[in-house]
């Protein structure tokens, strides 16, 4: 299998019952100020170069943002930020995300999410988190020759990535590395290729940028220290 074999299959995935059917909903009933969008309603597959230096984690999609639109980060104000963010350091073609079709294009960077279907109030359980783990992990294998740093864009993600970076092969540093906004953990590889670094960085969702616990300066700071380790 190749990556792009990987992001086609994952789309057809129906592993959660529970996720299925609240996808599915979302995309039926609509948001009303959405309501000539046909929504994609499907799981959502990672998006950017399937040879990226620098990979973004994130949590799930939301019921109206990606759920609705089929690509990750794209239609919600979490994504607005990020892409305006990426935009700014040279690492994406344009500052918005609107549509699959919209022209964006990210250069060297890839972002993807732990679980890949929208889960009710944004919080998928953790037996739906484990079940979805294996894409996550056979992602990163496939990007293994490349990918030289990870951001975790919160504790979620963090908590998804240490067995997925382990089963990828990289060694997982004892004691296990403790989420933090700012906290950079070195990862050998388990052959004794070119480590990974990871980064801790808050998730850009409103309930953190509106209370200013993550500010665009910080945010940006951050992607710009992880693309430096990234090489790019
Ligand atoms: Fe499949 Fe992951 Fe969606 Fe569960 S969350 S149905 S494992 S793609």
Known sequence: RSLAELDAAVTHCRACPRLVEWREEAARVKRRAYQ????????????????????LVGLAPAAHGANRTGRIFTGDPSGDLLYAALHAIGLASRPTAVSRDDGLELYGVRITDP???????????????DTCRPWL???????????????????????SLLPALASAGWEVPRPRPVFGHGARVLFPAADGGPPLELFGCYHVSPRNT??????????????????????L
Do not use: K
């Open 36 to 55: 000539d969008w046909e929504y994609w309603g499907r799981p959502i597959p990672g998006f950017g170069p399937r040879d990226a230096a620098l990979v």
């Open 115 to 129: 679980v890949r279907c929208a889960p009710p109030d944004n919080r998928p359980s953790v037996t739906e988190r």
């Open 137 to 159: 992990a056979r992602e990163l294998a496939f990007l293994r020759p490349t990918v030289r740093s990870v951001v975790a864009l919160g504790g979620f993600a963090w908590q």
């Open 210 to 231: 509106n209370t200013g616990r993550l500010t665009t300066a910080m945010l940006r700071q951050l992607l710009t220290d992880a693309a430096h380790s990234a090489g």
